[in-house]
Each structure stands twice: as structure tokens, then as C-alpha cells.
């Protein structure tokens, strides 16, 4: 009796222990809650273009209202995060004007993300926020998201990409094709040696029409004018996976604020989100609702 009494409490323990140290980490991963900080910057066009905090808030809605283990926080009109705050991100996301306007490079904020990303915190740039002056945050950008806008390389024209075919990856998760008319940038700078860890998200072959402008630091260059020619398909988003760990992702739309009513405009960046957070991405994506009424609300 006392022998299957001794047989009972070890399976008992057996049960309650996860079975190997994978299940565990599975475990553990799945439980966690994903801290995600948005910075939001000024207002910088008229209504309803570049409604970088009407955007974040809405983002923020949908992640909040996916039932996923994931905390959001909004930092609007060009606001920063203390330092605790940064320490504790899963990933970071910053939609605002950029060029040497970018809000990561008032003060030493460049500086302080550093330290994040060295960590392995994720971070993903939205539209305006993928562009860096070369000799000042271009370099950092090449290291954490694998790309960036680069002025008189990559381009800003306005058009209406194809989206029909996409990589197997877990920002890719539901997405279906879909065509939107945008601000899509461009002809990125991309680093040499991402080879193998940069996934394109989205691409598509743009129109002779991208490059009908006259010659500037947004409009062109030899390169991609004939790239276009050629139909060489151009990125509009992608995924970066850093080298020494952490995750980067640049989406080029989101210019005019109504396209997030567009499902998967909205599924290719909450996916993005939760994969630079190192969290699991559902398999059909992160699915989320956004009313006429929804658009409307917190524009500049």
C-alpha cells in the first residue's frame, strides 16, 4: 500500500512538471505579455494625412481589443519614454515626419534606443518614419530594421501597388490580396549583409508613372528609373532579423489615415508588432475591426 502510495505522488509530480525544456519555454512565451511602446509625432499635414497620433491610437485600439497578451502605451505629439519605460519594451513603434525632423533625433534619444536594441527590443518605423539622414541615424537603421528611406536613393511617388503574392513569414499570416493608393515608398536602402535574414512582406512592380517627377533628393535617380523600367518588383515592407538577436520592420505606407480601414493594411503592421515583440503571431493573423466612426476619432 505504501509502495503505490509513494508510485501515485510521483507521477503526481511527474504531471505537473512540463515535459521538456522546450514545452516549458512554449509555455512561458505563450503566457507573457508583450509590452509595446508607440511614439506618435507632431502634426505636420492637413487632415486626415500623417495622423501619426489618430494612427498609433488606433493600432493601439486593435491590439487592445484582440484579447492577445499584449500591453500598449501611446506617446503622442513627439513625446518620449523614460528610461524604465524603454527598459521594459518588447518592441518599439514610431510614426512621425522624418528626415532630420525625426523625432529620434531630438537629443540623445537615438542614443537610448541603442541600448534597447542591443538588448533585443524589437522596433518597427511606419511611413515618413523609415526615412534617416545618411550620416545621422542611416548607419543605426541598417543594424536595426535592415533598411531605411534614403534621400536621392529611394523614392516617395504616390500610386496603387498590386499586392498578390506574399512570403511565407509570420507578418505574413492572413494576408490576402489587396490593393491601396498611397504614399508608397520605395527603392530603399537596404544593408549589404542582410542577405538570409530581410523578408520582403510587400512588393510590387510600380508603374512608369513613379517616376514622371523631375530629378531631387525624393524624386529619382538613374538606379531607380531603370529598375522601375526593367518592372524590377520594389519593397514596400519588410522584415529584418538582427544579427546579434532582436527584430526590425519598415512599412513605407500610411500616409493618408483612412487605409487603416483597409484589413490587411492593418493585419501586415499588428503582425509586425507582435513578431518584433518576439510574440506569436496567430496563423491568420491578428484580425481586428475599424468603423467609419473609428477613423474619425483623435485626428491632428
Not at 494625412?49 to 513627439?78: Q, R
Not at 496603387?160 to 506574399?166: N, R, S
Not at 529584418?240 to 483597409?262: A, L, Q, V
Request: proline residues 5%; glycine residues 10%.
Amino acid at each position: 500500500m505504501k509502495l503505490l502510495f509513494h508510485l501515485s505522488i510521483i507521477a503526481l509530480v511527474a504531471l505537473s512538471v512540463p515535459a521538456t525544456a522546450a514545452d516549458a519555454e512554449a509555455s512561458s512565451t505563450s503566457s507573457k505579455v508583450s509590452n509595446v511602446l508607440m511614439f506618435a509625432g507632431n502634426p505636420s499635414h492637413g487632415r486626415g494625412a500623417h495622423e501619426h497620433n489618430a494612427g498609433a491610437l488606433l493600432l493601439k485600439k486593435c491590439l487592445d481589443e484582440s484579447g492577445l497578451p499584449v500591453s500598449t502605451t501611446v506617446f503622442h505629439n513627439g513625446e518620449w519614454a523614460s528610461p524604465e519605460q524603454l527598459a521594459a519594451a518588447d518592441t518599439v513603434l514610431i510614426y512621425c515626419d522624418g528626415g532630420k525632423r525625426h523625432l529620434l533625433l531630438e537629443g540623445d534619444r537615438l542614443k537610448q534606443l541603442a541600448k534597447e536594441m542591443n538588448r533585443g527590443c524589437g522596433l518597427v518605423c511606419l511611413h515618413y518614419g523609415v526615412e534617416f539622414p545618411k550620416e545621422n541615424g542611416g548607419s543605426e537603421m541598417l543594424d536595426w530594421m535592415g533598411g531605411y528611406f534614403e534621400a536621392d536613393w529611394s523614392v516617395n511617388p504616390h500610386w496603387k501597388p498590386d499586392f498578390k503574392e506574399f512570403p511565407k513569414h509570420p507578418v505574413s499570416n492572413g494576408l490576402t490580396e489587396f490593393s491601396i493608393q498611397d504614399e508608397w515608398y520605395f527603392h530603399m536602402r537596404f544593408a549589404d549583409e542582410a542577405k538570409g535574414r530581410l523578408t520582403k512582406i510587400l512588393t510590387a512592380v510600380a508603374p512608369e508613372s513613379t517616376m514622371s517627377r523631375p530629378d531631387g533628393p525624393h524624386e529619382g535617380n538613374p538606379t531607380v528609373r531603370k529598375a522601375v523600367a526593367d518592372m524590377v518588383p520594389q519593397c514596400t515592407a519588410w522584415a529584418f532579423e538582427r544579427k546579434h538577436g532582436g527584430r526590425g520592420f519598415g512599412f513605407t505606407g500610411g500616409h493618408f489615415h483612412k487605409n487603416w480601414g483597409d484589413d490587411n493594411q492593418r493585419k501586415t503592421v499588428l503582425n509586425a508588432i507582435l513578431w518584433t515583440a518576439k510574440a506569436e503571431v496567430p496563423e491568420d493573423g491578428v484580425t481586428s475591426k475599424v468603423t467609419a466612426e473609428d477613423l474619425e476619432k483623435n485626428l491632428d
